[in-house]
Structures are given as structure tokens and as C-alpha cells.
């Protein structure tokens, strides 16, 4: 069984972490473990939220270093709201995954940050856009990140299909988050998601002991 | 004496590690990077592994069958160092077989799996092998255990190994439960290794089974293009 170092080289506070977005039909799901970890032997939050808004119908998950990831989304926000007073309309989500993914390729040396931005705009609906931690940007259906996310690859892939409904999405990313966090040491804690359709915003918490159960639990 | 030694030919510049004319893989070591699984059922045992075998980034063989019999009823799968792997199972089988002959009747499951143990943690240093043993045997029917790199032995209802297996923990975790059919955990089986090769680069080919039972051993293969197809994005 070979380890994956994957967030392992992190200086620092790390979001050894488990992300996920996907589309259903008529919006998107959004969501994330909630363990910070520093290398993967202490955790120093149990209960941090790593799904960001930043704007009103755009979030966005952070994988990697804590530090790198929120200085990078403080300035994609200010950058996101100062262009949509511009625009005088709400930002696409393309916009705010542009902003994000310029941030993360001019400064690629420095930075050790990846995400996933998930919203809902009037130009192309429900999106899901992922920024890998070189700065490469691009648009998926279903995405997952983090170091977690090694482990439900498969299960993505068997499980995920598209114009689910919101119930079945919703159960989906639960079930997705709830085996990586069983697998991944360096995941962990309780669910967040975050479901974003035209008419707004839900955000679902759900704690370590309502998460479901697979057999060998 | 200059014409002699302007003779010998200069082999050490010629196969330097900048040398385009070397090409890169035939300095790798030549190892299974696969996806291994092993299942036990009431009554006996399936398992089943990929079919690559890469040295670097070459594919020596496309088709390698890394489903290993040790004795009648008694198989192991191999994923690390291919030469590795070879190894101890020539060992164990030999050593199996020899155990087996002084009982005069066939043997456990348990002892071949105490034998890799044996081999994989006295040299644990020197291998870099990850071995799943699966059989049948009277005594406790069908049994899976897993042998990891380190020498560690555990016996699982459901095992995976390799590279790939990172990649189907969660499918495992969700789709395994106990009590399941021979023909489910053979679909179990093949869908999990197909998952697993779609998103390993290490691990790919054909899908190779097996069925360990009383009745003796089923093999098939499921070739590339029958493989199901999942939803791809």
C-alpha cells in the first residue's frame, strides 16, 4: 500500500483536507471535511470552515496551506466585488476562478494552494471550476481535491451522474466526504456543504456522528 | 600499446545518465505498480489484479497475470518489485509444497500466509513486495490476508493493494458487505479494479479473476474493451 505525500511537504498549517463540488440539476453542491492539521500529527481545528464565500453566489474550497490559501482568497474577493461594482452585475463564476487562478500562476513559487469554485450564474447556471496548485484552470462536472480525495476517486467515478437531484447530489457529496474522511487520517471532523441553486444559498452542516456508516464502522 | 588501448571501447561514457541513446527505462527497476483485491464469500474466495507491469514509464508487459498459484487451493497476488515478488513466491511454494508432503494432506491458508509474513519481514529491508494470499482450505473455508510492505500480516474480509488501491478505498468501503455472493463479489471485483486502472497510470491492461472454492479454481479475464464503462467527465 504506497503512502501518497501529497500535502505532506506543507509548511506550516495545512488543510490535509478532503474537497469536493458537484452539478445537479438546477445548481451545485459544495463541500469539505473540517480537520486542520500540521503535518498530519497534531490537529490544530477540528471544526474549521474551508468552504469560502466569495461572493453571493460563489464559493469556493481551499486545499493546502492555510495561510497561502485564505491570503489568496481575501484578495480574489476584494478583487471579485471591486469588478462586479464595475460591471454593475453579479461576477460570473468564470470571473472569480479566473481571479483566483491568475493569483495562483503569477505567484506559483511562493504558493502551495489549489480550489474548487462552485456557482450559480445567469450566463451558464450551475458551474464547477477547479485551479490546481501550478494555476492550471478548468471546468468539470464533478470535481474532488486534497489529499483525501485519492481515496474516493473511484467511487466519484462509479457513483457520480449527471442531472442528479438536489437530494440525491446532496447524498452523494455526504456519502463522498463521510469515506474519505474514514480513509484519510488528515481529513476529518464534521461535513460541510454548501448547496447553490438560483434561489440562493443553503448551507448544511453535518456532525461526525450523523455522517453515514459503511459496514467495517 | 596506443593502437591496443585506443581498442577498448569506452562503455562507461556511453551509458551515463545523460546519454540520449540509452533510453530511460532500462535504468528502472521493473515493477508490478498495479491494483490487487481479494474477496472472501461464504464458501470461498475471488480475486484479481490488473495486467500491468512498467519499468519506468514503459509497459513491459501488457498482460502480465500476477494471480500466482501456491498450492491447489491457495493463490497470492503481488504488487512492488516484480523480481521481488517472483522471489518469495517461488519460496513460499517451495516451502508450501514441502510442508504440505510431511502432513500428508493439503495446507492452510493461514500457513502460506505465515510464510510470506516470514520471508517479507525478515528481509524487510532488502524487498519491496505487498502480497494479498487468498484461498480455501477445510478448516476455515475461504480466507484473505493481507501482506503489506513491512511484513505486517492481517486477515481482512476484503483486501486490496498497489498503487491503484488508494483510488478504490471508497468504493470499497461503500459497495463491500458481508454475505455476498460469489457472482457479487466477482462484479465487486471487476468494477473496482476497472475504477482503479482508469485513474492509476501504474496499473492497466486487463482485468485478471479468479474463484477459489472446494470445487477448485475458476479463472477468467475481462479484455480491455469489455470492461464497464463508468461515466467519464
Redesign the interface.
Known amino acids: 500500500?504506497?503512502k501518497?505525500y501529497t500535502d505532506s511537504q506543507v509548511k506550516g498549517v495545512s488543510t490535509g483536507t478532503t474537497i469536493l463540488a458537484a452539478i445537479f440539476d438546477g445548481g451545485v453542491v459544495i463541500g469539505s471535511d473540517s480537520r486542520a492539521s500540521i503535518g498530519g500529527e497534531y490537529v490544530s481545528s477540528k471544526t474549521i470552515n474551508k468552504v469560502i464565500q466569495v461572493h453571493d453566489r460563489i464559493f469556493c474550497c481551499i486545499a493546502g496551506s492555510l495561510a497561502d490559501a485564505q491570503a489568496v482568497t481575501k484578495a480574489a474577493k476584494f478583487h471579485l466585488s471591486f469588478h462586479s461594482v464595475q460591471m454593475e452585475n453579479p461576477p460570473l463564476v468564470i470571473a472569480a476562478a479566473t481571479v483566483l487562478k491568475e493569483l495562483c500562476y503569477k505567484n506559483k513559487e511562493e504558493l502551495q494552494a489549489g480550489f474548487i469554485t462552485a456557482g450559480w450564474d445567469k450566463k451558464k447556471g450551475p458551474q464547477v471550476y477547479v485551479v490546481s496548485l501550478g494555476g492550471m484552470l478548468i471546468s468539470?462536472?464533478?470535481t474532488i481535491g486534497g489529499s483525501g480525495s485519492?481515496?474516493?476517486?473511484?467511487?466519484?467515478?462509479?457513483?457520480?451522474?449527471?442531472n442528479m437531484t438536489r437530494e440525491e447530489c446532496m447524498q452523494f457529496a455526504t456519502?463522498?466526504l463521510a469515506?474519505?474522511m474514514?480513509?484519510d487520517n488528515v481529513s476529518g471532523g464534521v461535513a460541510h456543504l454548501v448547496v447553490i441553486t438560483e434561489a440562493g444559498v443553503e448551507h448544511v452542516v453535518v456532525p461526525g456522528n450523523k455522517l453515514p456508516r459503511?459496514?467495517?464502522e | 600499446m596506443a593502437a591496443a588501448t585506443s581498442m577498448m571501447p569506452v562503455f562507461g561514457h556511453q551509458i551515463s545518465p545523460k546519454n540520449d541513446l540509452v533510453p530511460d527505462w532500462t535504468r528502472q527497476e521493473v515493477s508490478t505498480g498495479t491494483t490487487i483485491m481479494a474477496v472472501e464469500y461464504d464458501g470461498g474466495v475471488v480475486i484479481g489484479a490488473d495486467s500491468r507491469t512498467t519499468t519506468g514509464a514503459y509497459i513491459a508487459n501488457r498482460v502480465t497475470d500476477k494471480l500466482t498459484p501456491i498450492h491447489d487451493r491457495i493463490f497470492c497476488c503481488r504488487s512492488g518489485s516484480a523480481a521481488d515478488t517472483q522471489a518469495i513466491a517461488d519460496v513460499v511454494t517451495y516451502q508450501l509444497g514441502f510442508h504440505s508432503i510431511e502432513l500428508d494432506e493439503p495446507p492452510l491458508v493461514e500457513t502460506a500466509a505465515n510464510l510470506f509474513k516470514a520471508s517479507c519481514y525478515r528481509y524487510r529491508e532488502e524487498l519491496m513486495a505487498g502480497i494479498l494470499v487468498a484461498g480455501w482450505d477445510r478448516r476455515k473455508a475461504g480466507q484473505v490476508y493481507c501482506v503489506p510492505i513491512g511484513g505486517m500480516l492481517v486477515r481482512q474480509p476484503v483486501a486490496v493493494g498497489g498503487s491503484g488501491s488508494s483510488y478504490i478505498y471508497g468504493f470499497m468501503d461503500s459497495n463491500y458487505k458481508p454475505g455476498m455472493s460469489k457472482e457479487q463479489c466477482l462484479e465487486l471485483t471487476s468494477a473496482a479494479l476497472t475504477l482503479a486502472m482508469e485513474r492509476d497510470g501504474s496499473s492497466g491492461g486487463v482485468v485478471r479473476l479468479a474463484s477459489i472454492s472446494e470445487d477448485g479454481v475458476e479463472r477468467r479475464v475481462i479484455l480491455g474493451n469489455q470492461l464497464t464503462k463508468f461515466s467519464t467527465h
Open positions: 500500500m504506497e501518497h468539470q462536472p464533478v485519492t481515496y474516493i476517486y473511484g467511487y466519484v467515478d462509479a457513483k457520480y451522474k449527471p456519502n463522498a469515506l474519505a474514514g480513509r459503511f459496514h467495517d
